[in-house]
């Protein structure tokens, strides 16, 4: 790949308000919004492979004059197949943006634009710029400078015009998946940067550090709450919204920062090297040419792999971490991981408005000076001897997307004591609680880890028999009931 993706605000500091860059892009979202839905480059059909809600896009009026979808047996091979809640999220979506990217240049080329134009950025997570969780300017105008309609805003979000806390989703977004996962693939019940394993998976039940936070974090609070949900809330519209683009290209960055780290051990095996197996993943090129391509292609050296101007600002990643060799995994880092269920909670947990309460009674058993000595820890790391995870399973819901907040709460002295507050943006909810989907209507687990936040407070787990106190709250009302099937605790050393 020739061009080099950069930074939307670097451009904007060194160019002024329209960077040739973005110019260009809307000019080019405009010029795909043209074709036809069948043709493999237009918008509609590049959207689609995403995932596509075809009574949805036609009530909206997002269709009209696009003409038909492409025949039935290639719909079903290349639609609906973004991977979400598992290993294969991050390297589909490289190659997603990938084949976009490629798409936009050769139209840009061809039409008197740069030779090196690549897609820019949003570093929403640059803590040394004030304005870096602001919805760049370029994709709220309605018009371009020389006056004709800005594609970039032709989209429908929800009202935050700015990343963080809000009343419906109190967490913010943040870069832990940076600084405290460094193995690519998790175990049952626990969490690591890219997910646990899995085959192809629309949407399954290992979701990945960085996709958790920021990448749910920021499609729920660009395209939400509201009764019409915004299009980057719904993974069936998402890639209709050109912030999409600039959002996932973002989060390639944070993956890429992350490969540099001689901290970090990516997975090699030959199941996530050259999978999946039950459906492979496909994308088209600029002429419309269908190809197959494998994780591999998408890791440094690989046909399929980026190149950004920065790999630091705002991705958590010194200067001093960076490592010009990718860590494989080997087989000393491969080893399996104890993984213990210390209690659970089973039956239905239903939250609407009302927060939900739930005590898990915890048996420590043989652990007590262990879980002591992982309350004493200074960090969380790879070699950390245990860590502590919160899971919700089986989470299900009717709106696209969803907000679940965690209340945690310890016992001392006899009363409650607030440890922390976690939230899930459960991006996707109802394609993964759908009974005729994939997943057979399984809906999500979510794993969150809790270390930190004991460690933070001070609370000691190292007695024989101990509980934790969960508070369920449903902030995003307007996304009705959501059912949680079991809540549990477990450790892994």
Same mark, same amino acid.
């Given at each position: ?149 800005? #594609? ?6 929800? +009202?935050?015009?700015? /990343?963080?806390?809000? @009343?419906?989703? !109190?967490?913010?977004? %943040? ?111 600029? #002429? ?6 494998? +994780?591999?292609?998408? /890791?440094?050296?690989? @046909?399929?792999? !980026?190149?950004?101007? %920065? ?183």
């Amino acid at each position: 790949m020739a061009g080099i993706r950069e930074d939307i605000a670097e451009l904007v500091a060194e160019e002024g308000d329209w960077p040739k860059t973005l110019l260009w892009y809307a000019k080019a979202v405009a010029a795909l919004r043209e074709r036809k839905f069948a043709d493999r480059t237009s918008w509609y059909y590049l959207g689609a492979i995403h995932g596509c809600n075809l009574p949805g896009w036609k009530a909206q009026g997002i269709l009209d004059g696009a003409g038909d979808p492409p025949e039935s047996g290639e719909y079903a091979k290349m639609f609906d197949q973004c991977q979400h809640a598992g290993w294969y999220f991050l390297p589909w979506h490289r190659g997603y943006v990938w084949s976009f990217e490629t798409i936009l240049a050769d139209w840009i080329v061809k039409n008197g634009g740069p030779s090196d134009w690549a897609l820019p950025y949003w570093n929403y997570l640059n803590a040394d710029l004030e304005t870096s969780r602001d919805i760049p300017t370029m994709f709220l105008e309605e018009n371009l400078p020389d006056g004709t309609p800005n #594609a970039l805003s032709q989209a429908l979000r929800g +009202p935050a015009r700015r /990343l963080g806390p809000q @009343d419906w989703i !109190p967490n913010d977004i %943040n870069l832990d998946a940076q600084e405290d996962f460094h193995t690519f693939t998790s175990d049952s019940a626990t969490k690591a940067y890219g997910g646990g394993q899995t085959d192809f998976a629309h949407f399954a039940s290992a979701t990945g550090a960085t996709e958790a936070n920021p990448h749910n974090y920021v499609h729920v609070m660009v395209g939400g709450p509201g009764s019409v949900n915004g299009w980057m809330y719904d993974p069936e519209f998402a890639g209709l919204d050109p912030i999409f683009w600039m959002h996932h290209c973002n989060v390639d960055r944070l993956w890429a920062a992350w490969l540099t780290s001689d901290e970090n051990v990516q997975e090699t095996g030959s199941a996530w090297m050259n999978g999946p197996n039950i459906r492979q993943f496909m994308m088209p090129d600029a #002429a419309g040419v269908l190809s197959v391509f494998t +994780p591999e292609q998408t /890791l440094p050296g690989g @046909d399929l792999a !980026p190149t950004y101007d %920065n790999l630091t600002d705002g991705t958590g990643i010194s200067p001093t971490r960076l490592n010009k060799t990718m860590a494989a995994m080997t087989e000393d880092t491969k080893r399996k991981p104890s993984v213990d269920l210390l209690g659970a909670n089973t039956g239905v947990f239903r939250v609407s408005a009302t927060p939900v309460e739930s005590v898990i009674r915890l048996d420590i058993g043989g652990r007590e000076t262990a879980m002591k000595n992982m309350v004493l820890e200074k960090s969380v790391s790879r070699q950390a001897p245990h860590r502590v995870y919160l899971n919700a399973e089986g989470i299900k819901g009717s709106r696209p997307s969803g907000v679940l907040s965690v209340d945690i709460l310890g016992e001392k002295d006899g009363q409650d004591v607030k440890l922390g507050t976690e939230s899930l943006a459960l991006f996707g909810l109802a394609k993964a609680s759908d009974e005729n989907g994939p997943h057979a209507g399984g809906g999500m687990t979510e794993s969150i880890e809790i270390t930190k936040l004991l460690r933070a407070a001070g609370y000691d787990l190292s007695e024989g028999a101990s509980q934790l106190k969960v508070r369920l709250h449903n902030t995003d009302h307007e996304a009705g009931e959501i059912t949680v099937d079991r809540l549990s605790v477990y450790v892994a050393d």
